[in-house]
């Protein structure tokens, strides 16, 4: 029986971080040149990723004391449970286990969670949904007019599209030629109309993704997405006037994913033509799952196989490692450190990868939809902050967007920086290696950030003494350095599955349900009752609150 969340702060380790935080001056300047092992002792690997902590703002005492605050919040034990198939996600009574996705086939010992051979069900869909992949990569799958697919648009919103669009574009040099991937998700009527309008109906695939398929946005798309695949048959003499000629047209051109089936067929896709997964993966931890069936049609499910492997090494090490070298445990925990002690409200994510530009965006999802809490797992409110804002650009567009505030401004935002020694192009610019240059800029900022430049530094370079001080850099600003050598599709899933320990230990620490999405529910049921006050429901409209309802009136006075 749990016993309930540990509040955090009552623990020894919290007051004695306390205590250690307002004792301790940031100094990365000093606290290197003081010891010259620093950086060697506070980086460490997990599978192909290289991790640098050593400049964050702590030292060895603050890693104890982190580790010890892990230790009394029940951190591993809690790891333990989720891996085991244990209900942790408890407002929603699942267990939380996306990490099942990816155990290789024949794991031991098998894992049975509530009577439910996980294994077996997993490697049954991974091969159902593999193999429809290979069948469209292959062109073994046709369109109705029998001619080759080359387009995919996935259907889905939040978890059914971020981990893919995501995934698909960091593996765009994996992607086989003469197929490409589209996404739509807004159900803003642009998204479909746009993603759409230069498609040929009959080499295109529509794949419909949600878990619940409930979702407002991903029915509305699919809906849009099947009259325009009727009307561009039609008008290409492709399909006959008929039912019978429109289900079989549906039948070749939509697939779906989903956990619930019966509403696929509802719907009118072939459940022949309908992947699952199951309850305890949640939206935001699926790519992994059918809901990466995009990727795997656009990468091949050799490919696919080796992201899972990623995933499955990542799992491993957070798994197995002891804690004093475990990754996702010691940036959890940092995280949490800035977070409760450091007054960090945000954190970036500045992956040094064009090919990762999806990233800081998918991670909003991950980190925020699961952490983003005020109440814990058993109902009562948080002690503690929780969930900062993750946001990010690639570098080096960020350098010359916002990446001032990070230097110089009044807010801590801690940083992950992300690289890879091998770029995707090595293009040359004349002698030049761009990619050399591009990660030039990477070293160049962490060591800006950490070490700054002094007054006396920019004295010396004959600066006018009145414009010194906007030329400080006070230094002492955290990153984390993530390196890896390529973005493969296993590196990749190692990034994945750290980012995803990571967002469970800060959850842990906090005692709160990081796998339900309460919060998000509330618009969503607002959004059904107000829509008859757009369409002339004028009970409707003035059940609104007076705002509300001014701002439709607004809307429906100027609405053509
Ligand atoms: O936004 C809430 C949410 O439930 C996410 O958690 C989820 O990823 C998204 O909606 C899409 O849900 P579904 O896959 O069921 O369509």
């Given at each position: 029986m749990d016993a309930g969340p540990v509040d955090p702060t009552t623990t020894s380790a919290w007051a004695a971080l306390a205590a250690h935080r307002a004792g301790t001056t940031p100094d990365l300047r000093g606290w290197f040149a003081a010891d010259p092992q620093r950086a060697q002792r506070l980086t460490f690997d997990a599978a192909d990723l290289h991790v640098d902590l050593s400049k964050n703002l702590v030292t060895d005492e603050t890693v104890r004391l982190l580790l010890q605050l892990a230790e009394e919040t029940g951190v591993l034990a809690r790891r333990d449970a989720m891996f085991a198939g244990e209900h942790i996600n408890v407002t929603e009574d699942r267990a939380v286990l996306h990490t099942a996705l990816r155990r290789p086939a024949g794991a031991q010992p098998p894992l049975v969670v509530d009577g439910q051979d996980v294994d077996a069900d997993v490697q049954r869909e991974l091969e159902k949904f593999l193999g429809f992949a290979e069948q469209v990569r292959s062109g073994a799958w046709t369109g109705v007019t029998g001619k080759r697919i080359t387009t995919v648009v996935n259907i889905g919103i939040g978890g059914s599209d971020l981990g893919p669009?995501?995934?698909?574009?960091?593996?765009?040099?994996?992607?086989?030629?003469?197929?490409?991937?589209?996404?739509?998700?807004?159900?803003?009527?642009?998204?479909?109309?746009?993603?759409?309008?230069?498609?040929?109906?009959?080499?295109?695939?529509?794949?419909?993704?949600?878990?619940?398929?409930?979702?407002?946005?991903?029915?509305?798309?699919?809906?849009?997405?099947?009259?325009?695949?009727?009307?561009?048959?039609?008008?290409?003499?492709?399909?006959?006037?008929?039912?019978?000629?429109?289900?079989?047209?549906?039948?070749?051109?939509?697939?779906?994913?989903?956990?619930?089936?019966?509403?696929?067929?509802?719907?009118?896709?072939?459940?022949a033509n309908a992947f699952g997964f199951w309850d305890w993966v949640g939206g935001r931890y699926s790519v992994d799952s059918a809901i990466g069936t995009s990727l795997a049609v656009a990468i091949g499910a050799e490919r696919f196989r080796e992201f899972l492997a990623g995933f499955h090494a990542v799992d491993e090490h957070f798994r197995t490692a002891e804690p004093e070298r475990n990754v996702p445990l010691l940036m959890g925990l940092l995280n949490v450190y800035y977070v409760d002690h450091c007054d960090a409200h945000t954190h970036a994510v500045l992956p040094y990868s064009q090919l990762l530009h999806r990233f800081p965006a998918y991670l909003q999802q991950l980190t925020m939809e699961s952490n983003g809490k005020s109440v814990r797992y058993d109902g009562s409110p948080v002690t503690t902050g929780t969930g900062e804002v993750f946001w990010g650009e690639p570098g080096t567009n960020g350098q010359h967007a916002f990446y001032q505030l990070i230097h110089q401004g009044t807010r801590l935002v801690p940083a992950d920086f992300l690289a890879f020694a091998n770029p995707a192009h090595p293009l040359r610019d004349g002698d030049t290696d761009v990619h050399a240059l591009f990660l030039a800029n990477f070293f160049a900022q962490t060591k800006a950030l950490a070490f700054g430049k002094t007054a006396e530094e920019v004295r010396a370079e004959g600066t006018a003494e009145e414009v010194v001080p906007a030329r400080v850099f006070s230094g002492d600003r955290p990153t984390t350095s993530i390196v890896a050598p390529d973005l493969t599709p296993s590196v990749l899933g190692q990034l994945i599955a750290l980012y995803e320990h990571v967002t469970f230990v800060q959850g842990a620490v906090w005692g709160i349900d990081s796998f339900d999405q309460w919060g998000v529910e509330l618009g969503k049921k607002l959004a059904v009752e107000i829509a008859p006050a757009l369409t002339g429901d004028t009970a409707a409209l003035e059940a609104q609150d007076p705002s509300t309802a001014a701002l439709i009136r607004y809307y429906l006075e100027r609405r053509r």
């Open positions: 669009v995501m995934a698909y574009e960091a593996l765009q040099p994996y992607v086989q030629q003469g197929l490409r991937c589209r996404f739509v998700s807004n159900i803003d009527p642009t998204d479909v109309a746009s993603t759409t309008a230069d498609l040929d109906p009959e080499t295109t695939l529509f794949i419909v993704a949600s878990k619940t398929f409930g979702t407002l946005e991903t029915l509305t798309n699919a809906r849009l997405a099947r009259t325009w695949l009727w009307e561009r048959l039609a008008a290409a003499g492709a399909l006959a006037d008929d039912d019978e000629a429109r289900r079989g047209a549906v039948a070749k051109h939509f697939v779906a994913v989903s956990t619930a089936l019966e509403k696929v067929e509802a719907f009118g896709i072939d459940p």
